[in-house]
Antibody, heavy 127, light 107 residues
């Protein structure tokens, strides 16, 4: 059974730092791209970052570039999100998600989606 | 960035109703479009990927269609467990973006 468990959330002051972790089991972690997606209270979903299966490529939404760093430890089956210079607008539930990539018949394209998702961890940035 | 716009933002429907949710992209995204269901306090769940492919384990009353800039999610006969918020998401180009969500409520 696939399990993804986030941890590390909590209350932090503006300008502070926090490191989120996502512990994975039930699949070959080192074979998958992984993502972080967040959801502000009562709001919609926002993709935050992607990391390639070997950590060699990383992509971020503009609003976190230079402040957040995604990383992974394939030996520990773990995904991380280091968040620095936190702002009130970073307050959200942060989900880790596996990137499900499917290559359709007669196509060279990979169709990516998020599946499955962890249960989420709440980050609150407030003084 | 590619903007995703869902309509309606909310709807009220009865058990057994046919429900259709529309998602429009600000530019063509071919069929790089996914649909998710989210219930209160829970993580989203993938329903449809590549615009029309049903995720394993998802009931066949859910279907997706469309390509280019206009997409639809259809629930053929609404069940009590389907009352939730639905999101579309494009994976054509980063930043991957979501629609604002459509809340399906009990009439």
């Amino acid at each position: 059974e696939v399990q993804m468990v986030e941890s590390g959330g909590g209350l932090v002051q503006p300008g502070g730092s926090l490191r989120l972790s996502c512990a994975v089991s039930g699949f070959t972690f080192s074979s998958y791209w992984m993502s972080w997606v967040r959801q502000a209270p009562g709001k919609g979903l926002e993709w935050v970052a992607n990391i390639k299966y070997d950590g060699s490529e990383k992509y971020y939404v503009d609003s976190v570039k230079g402040r957040f760093t995604v990383s992974r430890d394939n030996a520990k089956n773990s995904l991380y999100l280091q968040m620095n210079s936190l702002r009130a607008e970073d307050t959200s539930v942060y989900y880790c998600a596996r990137v499900k990539g499917v290559r359709m018949l007669n196509s060279n394209d990979w169709y990516d989606s998020f599946d499955p998702w962890g249960q989420g961890t709440l980050v609150t940035v407030s003084s | 960035d590619i903007q995703m716009t869902q309509s309606p933002s909310s709807l009220s429907a009865s058990v057994g109703d046919r429900v259709t949710i529309t998602c429009r992209a600000s530019q063509s995204i071919s069929n790089f479009l996914n649909w998710y269901q989210q219930k209160p306090g829970k993580a989203p769940k993938l329903l449809i990927y590549a615009a029309s492919s049903l995720q394993s384990g998802v009931p066949s009353r859910f279907s997706g269609s469309g390509s280019g800039t206009e997409f639809t999610l259809t629930i053929s006969s609404l069940q009590p467990e389907d009352f939730a918020t639905y999101y579309c998401q494009q994976s054509y180009r980063t930043p991957w973006t979501f629609g604002q969500g459509t809340k399906v409520e009990i009439k």
